[in-house]
């Protein structure tokens, strides 16, 4: 279904929501099946891939990922918004459309593609399961430049690299500190969901509720976990 999909025709200004949602996660999701198959093939999966259940201090990196993500998207946005003023894009470098023909259903998948499916696969496969094998070898700092930068270079256009490197470089600090992917994807996920509706965001303080939300919802989770099984250490 991802094939037909993703081979579409179009008219060069706009593209299927179908198509863009595959395009989203096509790659990742690839690159999740050769890495695990080849790196860890005898590794329980959650485990390979850091997807294991929070624990203890975990929990509090998780949160703070989340604020950060958050906190971070208007200065992304407002970095990019003033290389595009410095850069001109012409139209080969402009963003393809989505088009709005397509039935409510097509455009929420796309949008889900947007901000959880296909940023939760590549921050599982670069900060999940990449960059803690990487910290084995190079070192915690070493492996968070590389991977940190890998995430800009496949930004294809240079305008945006700097909006990447801002986001990808403290989620890369989380998740090595907290040894869980869960702590980047929910990040990277805060960050995309205020990025798509800042522009109505940026009335009535609605940014900093959104920030204190996303605390209070964290640390409620956290508070009842620790309840619940207040002796659990994190995971190795």
């Not at 039935?103 to 296909?118: D, E, K, Y």
Request: proline share 6%.
């Amino acid at each position: 279904m991802i094939v037909l999909t993703a081979m579409a025709p179009g008219d060069g200004k706009t593209v299927r929501p179908l198509t863009a949602f595959a395009g989203e996660i096509t790659g990742a999701l690839l690159a999740l099946y050769v890495a695990l198959s080849r790196y860890a093939p005898g590794e329980p999966m959650a485990r390979a891939l850091g997807l294991a259940a929070p624990r203890g201090r975990q929990l509090g990196i998780v949160v703070a990922a989340v604020i950060a993500g958050a906190a971070l998207a208007p200065l992304a946005q407002d970095v990019t918004a003033r290389l595009v003023g410095f850069w001109p894009m012409d139209d080969a470098d402009a963003f393809v459309a989505a088009d709005a023909s397509e039935s409510a259903f097509a455009i929420m998948v796309a949008l889900a593609g947007a901000v959880i499916i296909g940023p939760a696969a590549e921050e599982i496969l670069y900060r999940g399961f990449v960059l803690p094998r990487l910290a084995r070898t190079a070192g915690g700092a070493r492996a968070i430049a590389i991977v940190t930068a890998l995430s800009a270079a496949i930004v294809v256009n240079p305008r945006f690299m700097p909006a990447t490197l801002i986001i990808a470089l403290p989620m890369a600090i989380a998740g090595l500190a907290g040894r869980t992917a869960w702590a980047v994807v929910a990040g990277r996920m805060a960050h995309e969901t205020i990025a798509l509706g800042l522009p109505r965001l940026k009335a009535a303080g609605v940014i900093a509720s959104t920030m204190v939300g996303c605390a209070a919802i964290g640390a409620a989770w956290a508070l009842r976990v620790g309840v619940a099984d207040p002796d659990r250490e994190p995971a190795a």
